[in-house]
């Protein structure tokens, strides 16, 4: 294993996970599927996620994906039923913040038409072996 190209990949609870690991500096890079939007409970819905009790009294999100600026890859994922709103608002925080910041092309939001789900597609697999395989050339 390489120090240097260590990652992170989660879905929902997963997404979480991989959003908390923005304080570990060996992960270099992070996909969040199905995660970044600000939560409001809903009875008919119930969701495993937030598993730090009342994270959102005192953070966004988007302030703890602001860790992994500006040299470190976050890619954020969300389907058009992940609260899609907040999700993008979400994202433009992100966006925002690493580019402020010096990291605008370590910052990429993909919106996927569909259901919760995870995706994992050829942009974000394309985005995440550039950045832990920089001098790898792809097999033909």
């Known amino acids: 294993m390489d120090a240097q190209r260590i990652g992170a990949y989660g879905f929902s609870l ?21 995660f970044v939007a600000q939560y409001s409970p809903d009875p008919a819905r119930p969701c495993a996620c937030r598993i730090i009790p009342d994270f959102e009294k005192w953070l ?4 703890m994906g602001l860790l992994f600026a500006p040299d470190r890859l976050l890619i954020v994922e969300s389907g058009e039923h992940d609260n899609i709103e907040s999700a993008i608002s979400e994202g433009q925080t992100l966006r925002y913040g690493f580019d402020v910041l010096g990291g605008s092309n370590n910052f990429k939001q993909i919106v996927m038409g569909g259901r919760h789900g995870f995706y994992g597609g050829p942009e974000t697999m394309g985005a995440l072996n550039s950045f832990l395989r920089p001098n790898i050339r792809e097999r033909e």
Do not use: F, L, N
């Open 60 to 63: 966004r999100i988007a302030d």
């Open 14 to 34: 997963g997404g979480e996970v991989a959003t908390y690991s923005s304080i570990d500096p060996r992960i270099k890079a992070a996909v969040v599927a199905g």
